[in-house]
């Protein structure tokens, strides 16, 4: 259910009506509950006690905040990893670029679906980048905040598809950190998470 409302397939704003989810998941209804509560707990669901469940909406307003915070923690991990720059790290920076350059984005040729593997690859991608930080504490923080993220993208995949090329952005940022180049490397990764943030605009307008 988390993996569904992520990937948009519970908009945002929908009342999740219990038999719907007990003919999607093929489950009772107190492990529904149970996995409601936790989703709840985490931010991803609304419980209201008169109108039960509903997916979080995804604002605008969220989303940037969300950007100016990932830009700014993950400037911190990338400084941090240019200061204790080891071989070790470039060489998983550089395999995970490889492998997420020689997956498909999308599993349809001319429209987008999520292709599974691209996500991974492109997870593998960010988390090698941040992880010559060396801070499992800064590390952890990335992550929640990459799965956030996630959300929006989803939401905005279709209309961004085929309107940016999201291999060219990444293997810019890419080449910046093996050329030693902290800022440009700071900069170009804020601008690519604010292009995302831009076709969401576009998309919910």
């Given at each position: 259910m988390r993996t569904d409302v992520l990937a948009g397939h519970w908009k945002p704003g929908r009342k999740l009506l219990m038999h719907e989810l007990r003919d999607r998941y093929q489950v009772g209804a107190s492990p529904l509950r149970e996995a409601l509560n936790r989703l709840a707990s985490e931010e991803w669901v609304v419980h209201n006690d008169q109108r039960g469940f509903m997916v979080a909406q995804a604002t605008q307003a969220e989303l940037d905040d969300l950007v100016n915070t990932r830009v700014e923690l993950?400037?911190?991990?990338?400084?941090?990893?240019?200061?204790?720059?080891?071989?070790?790290w470039e060489e998983q920076l550089v395999l995970a670029f490889h492998r997420l350059s020689r997956t498909l984005r999308s599993v349809e040729p001319d429209s987008y679906e999520e292709n599974p593997e691209w996500e991974r690859q492109h997870r593998e991608f960010h988390r090698a980048m941040l992880s010559g930080c060396q801070s499992e504490l800064l590390m952890n923080f990335c992550d929640q905040l990459y799965?956030?993220?996630?959300?929006?993208?989803?939401?905005?995949?279709?209309?961004?598809?085929?309107?940016?090329?999201e291999l060219d952005e990444h293997r810019a940022i890419y080449e910046a950190i093996l050329a030693g180049r902290l800022q440009d490397a700071k900069e170009l990764l804020a601008g690519h998470y604010r292009k995302t943030a831009s076709i969401f605009e576009q998309a919910v307008s």
């Open positions: 993950e400037s911190l991990a990338i400084t941090q990893a240019f200061a204790r720059r080891t071989p070790e799965d956030r993220a996630y959300r929006f993208r989803q939401l905005a995949a279709k209309k961004a598809y085929k309107q940016r090329n």
